[in-house]
T-cell receptor, first 117, second 114 residues
């Protein structure tokens, strides 16, 4: 069974600073996709960044980047120049590339990030 | 391009009643999946539909069911509601299922069972 673990229930950071959120996962598959989603107080689940497991290059989206370590099954999210609008719950998620995964994302427990002015 | 649209956004039901939630995917998306989010259990996968067929199902009792129409719109139904069914129900859509296509979520339907 696939599992996703986020070991940091809560994190805080000062505006303009950098913060890293941790995520580890477990799977026996070799081809899969990893995501970070952000859920602000409105509860809308917003995609932050996506990583294909077969790509060695770490994904980057503006101020957001990941450190993908496939052998260690680690997928951390780095937020640079933190902004007040980054305050949200962040979820790490995983999906197999094929087989019978059909739309089934497996989520971690989430990390509440608070950005302080 | 409109996002994933869920209706109703908020509803209150009584134990024993049944409820139907609706989801319209992003235009062109053919895969629709449903998730339940609660403080205790987190985000749990309910089921996924593609071309009007249920392709995958999570570990939920038979009271939870769904369907997909030819226009890819989907509904989920919960019968004989229990207090524990109170949750945020999230619908998501993607172009194709299980191929790593990005999955986009709606704003959710808040269900309170009293």
């Amino acid at each position: 069974a696939q599992t996703v673990t986020q070991s940091q229930p809560e994190m805080s950071v000062q505006e303009a600073e950098t913060v890293t959120l941790s995520c580890t996962y477990d799977t026996s598959e070799s081809n899969y996709y990893l995501f970070w989603y952000k859920q602000p107080p409105s509860r809308q689940m917003i995609l932050v960044i996506r990583q294909e497991a077969y790509k060695q290059q770490n994904a980057t989206e503006n101020r957001f980047s990941v450190n993908f370590q496939k052998a260690a099954k680690s997928f951390s999210l780095k937020i640079s120049d933190s902004q007040l609008g980054d305050t949200a719950m962040y979820f790490c998620a995983f999906i197999n590339a094929g087989g019978t995964s059909y739309g089934k994302l497996t989520f971690g427990q989430g990390t509440i990030l608070t950005v302080h002015p | 391009k409109a996002g994933v649209t869920q209706t109703p956004r908020y509803l209150i039901k009584t134990r024993g009643q049944q409820v139907t939630l609706s989801c319209s995917p992003i235009s062109g998306h053919r895969s629709v999946s449903w998730y339940q989010q609660t403080p205790g259990q987190g985000l749990q996968f309910l089921f996924e539909y593609f071309s009007e067929t249920q392709r995958n199902k999570g570990n939920f009792p038979g009271r939870f069911s769904g369907r997909q129409f030819s226009n890819s719109r989907s509904e989920m139904n919960v019968s004989t509601l229990e207090l524990g069914d109170s949750a945020l129900y999230l619908c998501a859509s993607s172009l194709l299922p299980g191929q790593g296509n990005t999955i986009y979520f709606g704003e959710g339907s808040w269900l309170t069972v009293v």
